[in-house]
């Protein structure tokens, strides 16, 4: 047992990758092939034979060889030495069609699972801005940016931040920023950004204490009581419930975002169409002072 759990601590990076893809056919598609591995690695059918070797000899109890199919089936005993197959692990992967990053599969599905993503604007700024704004974050800098508020001040104006983050909210992508114009941390869409430059001047300010950002709150959300009974039990199963309430632990500063994405009612008298926001904030006193313009 020691041997094989120094066998399996000794495999190498890109050998590991592979071994993970093996994980993830064999397990969601339910067989894995010689060629589905060469396919999705450019290498040769003789190198991923010896990959599938490799993995029989280190799992020996997880696949066998169905002639049927021509290839691997997981076992009853199926049990993953390398791959994480949670779903909210493995969805992404496959939504993405990656087995490693920069794969030479071109436009062909490695997992042969059809998926699909909403067709969004991708709202992002140019490749020579986002550079300067990671490397400002990278580097603890201040940046000098043109941005275009939607406030009423002038959006060409030049201001200082001090990006801290990148955040992606699944509709766009922002940055957490102290700003010294108004001398609080706050967040700066990605696609407003007309200029970026990353300064020579260390940032004044620290991510601790942007309190919004490492204070974590917890919302409480239960299926909306205009619902009838039947459709509130089978929300609190889809979003997996362990009680009669949906708990999200979330960092302060995004907190709004998290009620827009999953729609929630956030009315006092929960007035809004049941059928288009399921769910209802059922601690809003608490979560309100932070996110107030999420609030209706």
């Known amino acids: 047992m020691v041997l094989k759990e120094k066998m399996l601590l000794d495999v190498k990076w890109a050998t590991r ?3 993970q893809y093996i994980e993830i056919m064999a397990f969601y598609t339910g067989v894995v092939t010689r060629s589905d591995v060469a396919k999705a690695f450019g290498i040769s059918d ?3 034979t010896k990959d599938l070797k490799l993995y029989s000899d280190l799992t020996p109890n997880n696949l066998l060889y169905n002639h049927s199919v ?3 089936v997981p076992s009853p005993s199926f049990s993953p030495s390398f791959a994480n197959l949670a779903p909210a692990a493995v969805l992404p992967v496959i939504a993405a069609n990656l ?3 920069g794969g030479p599969y071109g436009a062909d599905s490695i997992y042969g699972l059809t998926t699909a993503a909403l067709p969004l604007p ?5 490749q020579q801005v986002l550079a300067q704004i990671t490397r400002a974050i990278r580097s603890h800098k201040k940046l000098r940016v043109s941005y275009r508020s939607l406030s009423n001040r002038d959006s060409q104006e030049r201001r200082i931040i001090e990006p801290h983050a990148l955040v992606d909210t699944g509709i766009r992508w922002h940055i957490r920023a102290y700003s010294e114009d108004t001398y609080d941390f706050r967040d700066f869409v990605l696609s407003r950004f007309s200029h970026a430059e990353c300064l020579d001047e260390a940032a004044e300010s620290n991510v ?3 309190d919004d950002w490492v204070e974590v709150v917890t919302l409480l959300l239960g299926p909306h009581a205009d619902l ?4 509130r039990e089978n929300l609190l199963l889809d979003y997996g419930a362990q009680n009669e309430f949906i708990e999200i632990n979330v960092q302060r500063a995004l907190i709004g975002y998290v009620l827009q994405r999953l729609h929630v009612d956030t009315t006092q008298d929960h007035s809004m169409n049941p059928h288009a926001y399921q769910l209802m904030l059922l601690n809003r006193a608490e ?10």
């Open 70 to 72: 021509f290839g691997f």
């Open 46 to 48: 003789a190198a991923a």
């Open 122 to 126: 991708a709202r992002l700024p140019s």
């Open 99 to 101: 087995a490693v990053s």
């Open 287 to 296: 979560i309100e002072p932070f996110a107030a313009w999420a609030f209706t």
């Open 228 to 231: 009838d009974a039947q459709k």
């Open 17 to 19: 990758q592979r071994l």
């Open 208 to 210: 601790q204490y942007d």
